[in-house]
């Protein structure tokens, strides 16, 4: 003898059980006490009713609902703020970049003035900003450039660098940062520098985004 | 849109006139469909704090979604489906302080001369508890059906299932109550109330 399905079951507690299955329900005990068990399970969920919140609840239910809906973010509004914090990230990261370039530039320039023409001694409040991010002992005639000059970009370190941080800033980032250098400049700048003046360049970064924890 | 004639507009045509940028429209929405909405999901997590945070949640949703409502379908099914995520999305990342049935069970009993009011109390609570630890899709069309009233097909749709689907739930939910219950269910045909 088959039973009642489960969707007999459930069509029997509402009174909408078809012919064939209230002909089985009249024939069967077992089916005919589990209907009865279930429906007074129904019975004692039915009087379980739910505490109605106060009055005043409904009055500012409405104007949470609403309060919600005007403080949550808009898509595009998030976005603009990733990309704004991204452009302070990009402004620090980039920051003590442009001065070691700048800085590496000028001590290329001058290095090369030194050794064309011998200037007369620099005063020390000339020398201090220039030789500030260099370390002692690396003086400007220990740089032999001669052997690496033609190194292909993409195989040197420095050039790596360059190009991956580069790569990471983005230019509405920068843009945010009011840092926009001319196009290229970067590029330039690493692609005039020596191999070794790059390994140098790779080495004052390294240890600036050490100091800077970044 | 004036009071008086809100009350003959539809909720269909108030999606409508919502996407159209009245806000008010959402409003009236609101306040028609709050108390359901609250008590489907006091039903779901027990108690009323997590229940006001999900029914706001489920009314910020729908009103995000209201662009994409079809308008031939049902606003409240719809409504209901986005309230049942809500709740089912809150229980599958946080149980809520439901109360708790292992609290009930070992509850000092009530004396003979507790009135039957209290005992009825007392029912609700191992009932909501009972109802608590049922599987999830059992627990939302189990309270879909019996405190919603919806129709199995409605439930059905909400549900993302075959109406037969939605049916064997609501049996296997009873099932599984009884088995909860054990001999806390009384036949209420018989007791006063
Ligand atoms: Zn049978």
Redesign the interface.
């Known amino acids: 003898m088959n039973h009642l399905s489960d969707v007999q079951f459930t069509a029997a507690l509402e009174d909408e059980l078809d012919p064939a299955g209230s002909a089985h329900l009249d024939a069967c005990g077992a089916c005919a006490a589990k209907v009865r068990g279930l429906r007074t399970v129904l019975a004692s969920v039915l009087h379980a009713p739910v505490a109605e919140p106060s009055p005043l609840f409904w009055e500012h239910f409405g104007a949470r609902v609403n309060k919600a809906i005007d403080s949550a973010q808009p898509p595009a509004a998030a976005s603009w703020g990733w990309t704004a914090n991204r452009g302070w990230l990009a402004a620090a990261a980039i920051v003590p970049l442009v001065m070691m370039i700048g800085a590496l530039a000028l001590y290329v320039i001058r290095s090369g003035a030194d050794e064309r023409s011998r200037p007369a001694p620099r005063t020390a409040a000339a020398e201090k900003p220039l030789d500030a991010g260099l370390p002692a002992g690396r003086a400007p005639a220990a740089v032999d450039t001669s052997d690496l000059a033609g190194d292909p970009p993409d195989d040197d370190r420095a050039w790596a660098l360059m190009r991956s941080l580069a790569i990471d800033l983005h230019y509405d980032d920068a843009r945010e940062a009011g840092i926009l250098p001319r196009p290229g400049a970067i590029e330039t700048a690493a692609t005039e520098l020596s191999a070794l003046e790059r390994a140098e360049l790779v080495r004052l970064l390294q240890d600036e985004l050490k100091r800077t924890g970044a | 849109m004036p009071q008086t004639d809100a009350q003959a507009v539809a909720d269909e045509e108030l999606v409508g006139a919502c996407v159209a940028g009245d ?1 008010s429209a959402f ?1 009236l929405l ?2 028609r469909h ?2 359901q909405i ?2 489907l999901c ?2 779901f997590v027990g108690n ?1 704090e997590d229940a ?1 945070e999900l ?3 489920a ?2 949703r729908a ?2 979604a209201l662009p994409k409502f079809e308008r031939t379908a049902k606003f409240t099914t719809w409504l209901h489906r986005i309230a049942v995520n809500v709740c089912l999305n809150r229980l599958s990342v946080k149980r809520p302080p439901h109360e708790p049935f292992a609290d009930v069970e070992s509850a000092p009993s009530r004396d003979e001369r507790a009135d039957v009011a209290v005992l ?1 109390q007392e ?2 609570v191992w ?2 508890a009972a ?1 608590a630890r049922l599987p999830q899709k059992q627990r939302a069309t ?1 309270i879909l059906r ?2 919603h009233d919806l129709p ?1 097909d409605e439930i059905a749709r909400i549900m993302g299932s075959s109406v ?1 689907a939605a ?2 739930n ?3 939910a ?2 599984n ?2 088995k909860l ?1 054990g001999e ?6 018989e007791s006063p109330e």
Do not use: E, I
């Not at chain 2, 806390?184 to 045909?189: A, P």
């Open positions: 806000r409003d609101v306040g709050q108390r609250y008590k006091f039903r009323h006001s029914a706001q949640d009314f910020v009103y995000r009825r029912r609700a009932v909501r109802v189990l019996a405190y199995h037969s049916k064997a609501f049996c296997h009873l099932g109550l009884k219950l806390r269910v009384v036949d209420h045909h």
